[in-house]
Antibody, heavy 122, light 108 residues
Framework: QVQLVESGGGVVQPGRSLRLSCETSGFTFSNYVMHWVRQAPGKGLEWVAVIWNDGSNIFYVDSVKGRFTISRDNSKNTLYLQMNSLRVEDTAVYYC???????????????WGQGNLVTVSS | EIVMTQSPATLSVSPGERATLSCRASQSVSGYLAWYQQKPGQAPRLLIYDASTRATGIPARFSGSGSGTEFTLTISSLQSEDSAVYFCQQYNAWPPITFGQGTRLEIK
């Protein structure tokens, strides 16, 4: 069965860095576009970034451009989110999510990880 | 950026009755709309995509309709396990992909 397991979250001071990982199994990772979506405590969902299956295309929400980097290692079936210059407003549960299409991109999310809390606080 | 607005914020419905949740887009998203269900402490679950197509394993009591700027998620014959927050999401004009703020569905 499809599984996505995030790790790497925790408490970090403003201005510091953190890297999230999303280990996947149960599907051919290299065939699928992948996303990061976040949810601030008690708030709604915010799409963060997307990476094409081969890494050829990457897009971000404006609020993280220049600070966050999405990447993937298809040999390890793992998605990453490098977060630099973290701000208090980046505090959220971060989910990795799979795009459902094996051909092209659909831009909605059929499988989600369990989420990983990142708290940015001094 | 397309702004998605959901109404009502909270809906309270009795078991066995029908719930109707609305989602409005600030500009047309054609039929590129998805609905998700999120229960406390859990990740969202895909219910509907392309406005009206049920995702794999989703019961037939969940249905979606609409196009352009007005969309509806209908849950017929409500069950206690349907208590959750429901989010709509557009994927027509991006980046960014955007979500509504959510509707909390309470079962009386």
């Amino acid at each position: 069965q499809v599984q996505l397991v995030e790790s790497g979250g925790g408490v970090v001071q403003p201005g510091r860095s953190l890297r999230l990982s999303c280990e996947t199994s149960g599907f051919t990772f290299s065939n699928y576009v992948m996303h990061w979506v976040r949810q601030a405590p008690g708030k709604g969902l915010e799409w963060v970034a997307v990476i094409w299956n081969d890494g050829s295309n990457i897009f971000y929400v404006d609020s993280v451009k220049g600070r966050f980097t999405i990447s993937r290692d298809n040999s390890k079936n793992t998605l990453y989110l490098q977060m630099n210059s973290l701000r208090v407003e980046d505090t959220a549960v971060y989910y990795c999510a799979r795009d459902p299409s094996r051909i092209g991109v659909r831009l909605f999310f059929d499988y989600w990880g369990q989420g990983n809390l990142v708290t940015v606080s001094s | 950026e397309i702004v998605m607005t959901q109404s009502p914020a909270t809906l309270s419905v009795s078991p066995g009755e029908r719930a109707t949740l609305s989602c409005r887009a600030s500009q047309s998203v054609s039929g590129y709309l998805a609905w998700y269900q999120q229960k406390p402490g859990q990740a969202p679950r895909l219910l509907i995509y392309d406005a009206s197509t049920r995702a794999t394993g989703i019961p037939a009591r969940f249905s979606g309709s609409g196009s352009g700027t007005e969309f509806t998620l209908t849950i017929s014959s409500l069950q206690s396990e349907d208590s959750a927050v429901y989010f709509c999401q557009q994927y027509n004009a991006w980046p960014p992909i955007t979500f509504g703020q959510g509707t909390r569905l309470e079962i009386k």
